[in-house]
């Protein structure tokens, strides 16, 4: 269970919590009725029961009283204290999910809907189910208790309570169902609302939103999808609302007739007024404890349901995985090599590469040209194992890379991908990510720009954030060059590093190129 996982001794102490908060009610409630009985034998002359006085009972009610207020302030940190690590826990679960699975998942529309509705669900449904199972336990703990008061004097109220609560239930068992199917069979509606909000306030969008006056065609479709979704809820709501006001006739009738019956009882001396005061109150808590079962019974159907969301996607699995018994990656790499290679992108209808063969040799540089569309970025993406071929392989040093752990095959490989990262952090740590130390003096004249900026290479970059400095793309993609050239990988993939370049910067990185290929297998990707 997560929310035990994610911290046992507060998971405990909320059950300890929770049982109190049930049997402290039921104690108060019989200290009322000695209390209502001593003062009414006071007030008439007679005898009180057993011998107890007004202070010491009114000290007892007070006291039970103050120790529930207590025990419910201490509750209330502790929840949130069990909150706030299982949003931890959970967050944690489905990034180290996420980051685990194949590249090929994230070109499906379908998978984009599963991690949709588990970002949904993660960091508020565990929490809810442990509180429905404590709701649940707590009321049935409480509800014992009146049943056994009731059952003692009269249990002829005890069906009436219960026949009362069932139409309630009921209802709330159809709407978690409604919502549920509701929000499933609208998730790519949900998520294009996102997209549309995320257009209107992103940095990337901005300027082409003004540029090409775009703002008003976004913000109507934006509009019009939240329009539809909050029509579609209101119906369910509406439904439900005029069910619950169905219900709670028939909760006032059943109210009615047992205070009636009670009412009979204590004029004919059946029971004293403490006894009916007793009753009268463990009637009304009983149906309200009634009531919350059958809510914590309905939430926790609601939420398994939509739990099941998580689970969904924590079940994928990745295909790209090392093998039983793999190899080391070759010390000293001579050769990477495609060989009749085929491959087509999930949900693609037709072959990105087919039949493909290439040899790229140590202390060459192997240019791949040709129009957009024709494979080029394939051919690095599947050397970098982010996806493997349907037919041929790919080989280092004649080895196929399947048989090595890809996240040591990708150790040893530097990549400027063509859709590069611009990372909210210093030009320091911007470079470090692509390795474990930083060679800045191999890109210094690459990064000629650093020495401008207010704290050279520990400037923050980006407008996300205080203090932050925005470069030109051209100085972006550089950095990301230098970040490629991080560490002395003896594979390094380029794809379009002359997009962004002016000519002076050109020339300075093909003469690094040339400097640095004699221990490396470069392969540079460009267009014509």
């Not at 009180?48 to 006085?53: L, T, V």
């Not at 139409?167 to 997209?195: C, E, M």
């Not at 119906?235 to 019956?261: H, K, N, P, T």
């Not at 490989?413 to 320091?428: K, N, P």
């Amino acid at each position: 269970m997560m929310v035990r996982s994610c911290s046992p001794g507060s998971f405990w102490l909320r059950i300890v919590y929770v049982m109190l908060q049930s049997l402290l009610p039921l104690a108060n409630l019989y200290i009322l009725k000695l209390l209502v009985d001593t003062v009414t034998a006071a007030a008439t002359g007679g005898t009180p029961q057993a011998g107890f006085s007004i202070v010491a009972l009114l000290a007892a009610f007070v006291g039970i009283f103050l120790l529930g207020r207590i025990i419910s302030a201490l509750s209330a940190i502790n929840s949130d204290i069990l909150g706030q690590r299982l949003i931890d826990y959970t967050t944690a679960i489905m990034q180290n999910h996420a980051a685990g699975l194949d590249l090929g998942y994230y070109d499906t529309p379908a998978f984009h809907d599963t991690l949709h509705r588990a970002q949904q669900e993660a960091a508020s449904r565990p929490m809810q189910i442990m509180n429905s199972f404590m709701a649940f336990g707590g009321a049935a703990v409480m509800l014992a208790g009146i049943v056994g008061m009731l059952g003692a004097w009269s249990p002829w109220v005890i069906p009436v309570m219960v026949v009362a609560v069932v139409p309630s239930f009921l209802v709330r068992l159809h709407k978690a169902r409604s919502i549920y199917n509701f929000r499933r069979s609208s998730t790519q509606l949900y998520r294009q609302t996102g997209y549309y909000g995320s257009v209107l306030t992103s940095r990337p969008y901005a300027a082409e939103l003004r540029a090409f006056r775009l703002a008003k065609h976004f913000r109507n479709l934006f509009t019009g999808h939240r329009r539809m979704l909050a029509s579609r809820l209101l119906r369910i709501s509406r439904r439900r609302g005029m069910l619950d006001i169905l219900c709670s006739f028939v909760e006032a009738a059943a109210l009615l007739v047992v205070v009636y019956m009670l009412i009979n009882q204590a004029l004919g001396s059946a029971i004293t007024v403490g006894t009916f005061v007793m009753l009268f109150e463990a009637f009304r808590r009983g149906q309200s404890q009634l009531t919350s079962l059958a809510s914590s019974v309905a939430a926790l159907y609601d939420n398994r349901l939509f739990a099941a969301n998580l689970f969904e996607f924590l079940d994928l699995r990745p295909s790209i995985l090392a093998p039983a018994e793999p190899l080391p990656v070759p010390e000293h790499i001579e050769t990477v090599e495609l060989r009749d290679v085929t491959f087509r992108y999930p949900g693609a209808e037709r072959d990105a590469l087919s039949h493909f063969n290439l040899v790229c040799r140590r202390g060459e540089i192997t240019h791949l040209e040709g129009q957009n569309g024709y494979g080029k970025t394939t051919v690095l993406r599947l050397v970098m194992r982010l996806y493997d071929p349907a037919e041929g392989a790919v080989l280092i040093n004649g080895i196929d890379i399947r048989r090595f752990r890809p996240e040591e095959l990708r150790a040893r490989i530097g990549v400027l991908f063509q859709d590069f990262a611009r990372y909210a952090a210093t030009v320091r740590e911007n470079i470090a990510y692509g390795g474990s130390k930083v060679q800045v003096g191999k890109t210094n004249t690459l990064l000629d720009f650093v020495d401008r900026l207010p704290q050279g290479y520990d400037t923050p970059l980006g407008r996300l954030f205080d203090g932050g400095q925005e470069l030109s793309m051209g100085q972006w993609q550089r950095l990301a060059l230098a970040r490629a050239l991080a560490s002395d990988a003896p594979i390094l993939l380029l794809d379009e590093p002359l997009a962004w370049m002016d000519q002076p910067t050109r020339e300075v990185f093909l003469e690094l190129l040339e400097e640095i290929k004699v221990n490396r297998i470069i392969i540079l990707v460009n267009h014509i």
